[in-house]
Antibody
């Protein structure tokens, strides 16, 4: 069964930075696109970013564009989200998700999530 | 951006009931529509992809259908483990967008 384990969440002050990681296992990581999706407390799901299987293309939501960067290291089977200039409204559980096929942005598996709290 | 309007936002149902949840896209999305189930404090779980296809391991009481830009998730006979929040998502174009969710309560 696919396993996705996020880490790196925590409490950070407004304007600060944080890097999330997602360790992937039990599938061929470099064959699939990967996503980040977040959920603010008590709210719905919001797509954050997507990266193609080989890292050649990246897409970010407008709400994080210029502040967040998705990346991956296929040699380490790990997905990242670098978050800079954090704001209170970025407070959320961040989920890592696996793309359904090499070129599909549809999601088939989710990690358990990591909580990011932006507060002074 | 493609807006996904999900209805109802909540519903009350009983064990054994047939439940339908609807998602309307603001423009055509082909069949690039997924449904997810989320229980409190847990990660979402994939149920349906490409509007009709059942995720591996998901029971056949869940089904998806489409009429134009309106998509429906049906649970044929609600069981206690099905009480949760359900979300639709379009993945036809960026930005990927979710519906607002439907909370299914007893």
């Amino acid at each position: 069964q696919v396993q996705l384990v996020e880490s790196g969440g925590g409490v950070v002050q407004p304007g600060g930075s944080l890097r999330l990681s997602c360790a992937a296992s039990r599938f061929i990581f470099n064959d699939y696109g990967m996503l980040w999706v977040r959920q603010a407390p008590g709210k719905g799901l919001e797509w954050v970013a997507y990266i193609r299987h080989d890292g050649s293309n990246k897409y970010h939501a407008d709400s994080v564009k210029g502040r967040f960067t998705i990346s991956r290291d296929n040699s380490k089977n790990t997905l990242y989200l670098q978050m800079n200039s954090l704001r209170a409204e970025d407070t959320a559980v961040y989920y890592c998700a696996k793309g359904r096929t090499t070129n599909s942005v549809g999601i088939d598996y989710w990690g358990q999530g990591t909580l990011v709290t932006v507060s002074s | 951006d493609i807006q996904m309007t999900q209805s109802p936002s909540s519903l009350s149902a009983s064990v054994g009931d047939r439940v339908t949840i609807t998602c309307r896209a603001s423009q055509g999305i082909n069949n690039y529509l997924a449904w997810f189930q989320q229980k409190p404090g847990k990660a979402p779980k994939s149920l349906i992809y490409e509007a009709f296809s059942l995720q591996s391991g998901v029971p056949s009481k869940f089904s998806g259908s489409r009429s134009g830009t309106e998509f429906t998730l049906t649970i044929s006979s609600l069981q206690p483990e099905d009480f949760a929040t359900y979300y639709c998502q379009q993945y036809d174009s960026y930005p990927l967008t979710f519906g607002g969710g439907t909370k299914v309560e007893i």
